[in-house]
């Protein structure tokens, strides 16, 4: 089991928590017509975030990947699985890294522009960039 975060073009989510979450279960069926490695099939603002989020915790796969050989412990505790989709960036992270995952991926999301959701907690925050929760 795996501690993950997801952050959204704040465009294409709805306004209301129920109405984001039946967006949120039709973005994670996975039906989008490419692999969900490739960042370049994401908005700019998402672009971004992941080109940042990528150096503290890189990508298990993908371009971005690191090298087997460049694996030490303390990389290997930080990869992390991203989804990546037209308009959002689900990431899987171990839980010991759970606590500096939320700080970076909510900081991050906010000075990109894009929003966040906890998607872990039972009662995950949804906050837009400028720290309106919606509810």
Do not use: C
Request: a negative charge; hydrophobic letters at 40%; aromatic letters at 14%.
């Amino acid at each position: 089991m795996s501690y993950d975060l997801l952050v959204f073009e704040k465009t294409q989510a709805p306004a209301t928590k129920k109405e984001f979450m039946e967006w949120y279960e039709k973005q994670t069926k996975w039906e989008e017509e490419h692999d969900y490695q490739s960042i370049a099939v994401s908005s700019s603002a998402l672009q971004n975030w992941f080109m940042e989020m990528k150096d503290k915790f890189p990508p298990m796969n993908g371009e971005f990947a690191p090298n087997d050989d460049d694996i030490d412990e303390y990389l290997e505790s930080h990869m992390a699985d991203y989804s990546i989709g037209h308009d959002m960036i689900y990431a899987s992270f171990s839980w010991s890294v759970a606590e500096e995952a939320y700080e970076m991926v909510r900081i991050l999301a906010q000075k990109h522009g894009v929003g966040f959701f906890d998607v872990s907690a039972d009662e995950g925050d949804i906050i837009l960039p400028d720290g309106t929760v919606i509810e």
